[in-house]
């Protein structure tokens, strides 16, 4: 069964820097994109960054594109979101995902994200 779980996220200020991770278990992890997504609070979720199986591609929405870094370290099954010059708009509840064929997509938990003003 795919799981996939991710780090405590938490609070921190403008401007600041924060790492995510989510840790894959269940796939052949190499063989997947992974998808970062994030739930602002009273919103829809939304589109963060992905990122190719091999790592070579990674994508971003317009919003963060400058600022974060998606990056997957396939040896240890984990996906990264290196999330930098953050602001109030980033506060978010962050969710990891992989789209399985012929089985489905599954998500993290989740992890909130606050950044202060």
């Known amino acids: 069964q795919v799981q996939l779980v991710e780090s405590e996220g938490g609070l921190v200020q403008t401007g600041g820097s924060l790492r995510l991770s989510c840790a894959a278990s269940?796939?052949?992890?190499?063989?997947?994109?992974m998808d970062w997504f994030r739930q602002p609070p009273g919103k829809e979720r939304e589109f963060v960054a992905a990122?190719?199986?091999?790592?070579?591609?990674?994508y971003y929405s317009d919003s963060v594109k400058g600022r974060f870094t998606i990056s997957r370290d396939n040896a240890k099954n984990t996906v990264y979101l290196q999330m930098n010059s953050l602001k109030p708009e980033d506060t978010a509840v962050y969710y990891c995902?992989?789209?399985?064929?012929?089985?489905?997509?599954?998500w993290g938990q989740g992890t909130q994200v606050t950044v202060s003003s």
């Open positions: 995902a992989v789209l399985v064929l012929r089985s489905g997509s599954y």
């Open positions: 269940g796939l052949t992890f190499r063989n997947y994109a």
């Open positions: 990122i190719s199986g091999g790592g070579r591609n990674t």
